[in-house]
């Protein structure tokens, strides 16, 4: 069925990003690829910075790690063979410089630092890459399954290098490794704790784990051994959970704690003229929206199979759904105007982003007709799934509404996040309000939600073309080619609709006046090494 449609303009980012730049004080912000903090002054050595997160972190374990607050703390203690800078390109980090690729793209060879331990002493080396990298291909739930699919194994060159050896070329792959794929972990603490590394992780990193009390605090301290550790200036760093924004932002300004992360929208104006904060706005990469159960009945990797709720089971009530959604509303109303309305997984910021693309404006006449030819008596009942904050609640509240004039009943179900998403990753939801933190390569935000079987592919969501076009978009290293591939994925997944997205978030990070030296980029991780208070 065709949907009406309404390009979105670029610039949306931008003015959202300038908005935010408005009044004196201590209010701060950045562009969109950024270090963050302009702030100059240096920072003092010693002294511990505690960092307000919004939720629970799951597992810290990179192997079986799902969410975005898990990245936000192994940025910390856990480096990547590959990292991203402040542009979003991919830069060496535990490697000593990109992979060298074999002319057919299934042989990749990655040159490694030498001179490190890992925080327990144990020397890094291509024996350790191999470890970690066999574990997330093959330990029962591994989250790196996917990520790392096109591996056929990983080979040990010399101490220095290793090779990886493709099943077919796979462009996404550098990527993939600065991510948690490419975190390394210790053999020694592998070997010593196995499944159980959660408890006690050690990597290679400028801070090592101390202890965690789940739903209150994470705390770290300085490595000693660090390769860089004359870069870090904070003897330790403590992740306290505050998963309600306003006690958030309460505690910053207090000075309880000195970094509060993802603030609500509806604060920062306030926060522009308030000399107690500094601000630091950064456009994600990455996309919130509503995941629709159209085939999850055995869990998400597991064959799709038919739903038996309305809403999963139509096409046309999904589209009905979508048009009685105001998305220029629901940022005005739930985000203060300060987010970027979009339908797609890739923002506007990405390279692959294909402004031709065009959104569907709300149409409640048209929803009403959809919803009456579907056969399914009104109102027709859908339980959306959302987190517990009171934004999460007020996006429900608003969804819930709108969806009400086209003859949608919604029931907002808030759930704890870990819980939301392990009921919806075994196929018990409805509809999720969920989104994803992005990633740089646009396979990222795409393949693992789309292609059947996919380990993230909650919706249970299959479709044959979709899947032909993410494989051939991963064997293609020429973007042009690839943003074809992709947008027409996207086109196709927008008249599907497992998910409905919504928009681009801003995120948010708010500062004590005397906190110096963060690193924030468009991934929303909080990088700390050189952070610390001005002397």
Not at 56 to 82: G, N
Not at 111 to 123: A, I, K, S, W
Not at 167 to 191: C, H, V, Y
Not at 253 to 267: F, H
């Amino acid at each position: 069925m065709s949907r009406p449609r309404r390009a979105l303009p670029a610039v949306l980012i931008t003015l959202a990003l300038v908005s935010a730049c408005g009044g004196g004080g201590g209010g701060e912000t950045s562009g969109a690829t950024g270090t963050g903090d302009t702030d100059d002054r240096e920072a003092a050595a010693g002294g511990t910075l505690t960092l307000a997160l919004a939720e629970d972190p799951d597992a810290l374990d990179p192997t079986l790690a799902r969410t975005l607050v898990s990245r936000e703390v192994f940025v910390s203690m856990c480096e990547k063979l590959y990292d991203v800078d402040g542009d979003l390109e991919i830069v060496p980090q535990l490697a000593a410089d990109l992979p060298e690729t074999s002319e057919d793209g299934t042989s990749v060879t990655i040159p490694l630092r030498e001179g490190v331990v890992f925080n327990d002493g144990t020397p890094f080396d291509a024996e350790a890459v191999k470890t970690t990298l066999d574990r997330h291909l093959t330990l029962e739930g591994s989250a790196r399954q996917a990520d790392l699919e096109a591996v056929e194994s990983v080979e040990v060159v010399d101490p220095a290098t290793v090779r990886l050896n493709l099943k077919a070329a796979f462009a996404p792959l550098t990527a993939q490794l600065a991510d948690r794929a490419g975190m390394i972990m210790s053999p020694t603490q592998l070997e010593a704790l196995g499944e159980q590394f959660a408890t006690d992780p050690v990597c290679v990193g400028p801070f090592q784990f101390v202890s965690r009390t789940a739903g209150n605090e994470i705390v770290l301290e300085k490595a000693p051994d660090y390769y860089d550790a004359d870069q870090v200036k904070l003897d330790g760093v403590t992740y306290r959970i505050i998963t309600d924004g306003n006690v958030r932002l309460a505690n910053v300004k207090s000075g309880d704690v000195q970094v509060a992360e993802r603030l609500q929208p509806t604060d920062v104006a306030a926060l522009e003229s308030d000399p107690s904060v500094k601000l630091i706005g950064q456009e994600s990469i990455g996309y919130q929206g509503i995941s629709i159960n159209v085939g999850n009945v055995a869990g998400a990797a597991a064959p799709p199979g038919e739903v038996d709720t309305a809403l999963g089971g139509s096409p046309e009530l999904r589209e009905a759904f979508e048009l009685s959604l105001d998305r220029e509303t629901i940022n005005k109303v739930v985000f203060a105007g300060r987010y970027t309305p979009g339908c797609t997984p890739l923002p506007p910021a990405s390279p692959y982003y294909d402004e031709s693309i065009e959104c569907a404006t709300r149409d409640i006449d048209r929803a009403k007709q959809l919803v009456e030819e579907s056969g399914v008596p009104t109102p027709v009942p859908v339980t959306l799934t959302v987190g517990t904050s009171p934004e999460n609640l007020r996006l429900g509240q608003v969804i819930q509404s709108q969806a009400k004039e086209a003859g949608f009943d919604v029931q907002v179900a808030p759930t704890e996040f870990t819980s939301a998403l392990d009921a919806s990753d075994a196929g018990d939801f409805d509809a999720f309000q969920v989104g994803w933190s992005g990633r740089v390569d646009p396979d990222g935000n795409t393949y693992n939600f789309w292609h059947t079987g996919s380990s993230l592919n909650r919706s249970g969501y299959s479709n044959p073309e979709v899947d032909e076009l993410l494989e051939q978009a991963r064997l293609i290293e020429d973007q042009a080619e690839r943003m074809e591939l992709y947008t027409q994925a996207t086109e196709m997944v927008l008249e599907d609709r497992p998910i409905i997205y919504l928009y681009h978030p801003v995120n948010y990070l708010a500062t004590g006046p005397d906190v110096v030296g963060i690193e924030y980029y468009a991934d929303g991780l909080p990088r700390l090494k050189t952070a610390g208070l001005a002397e």
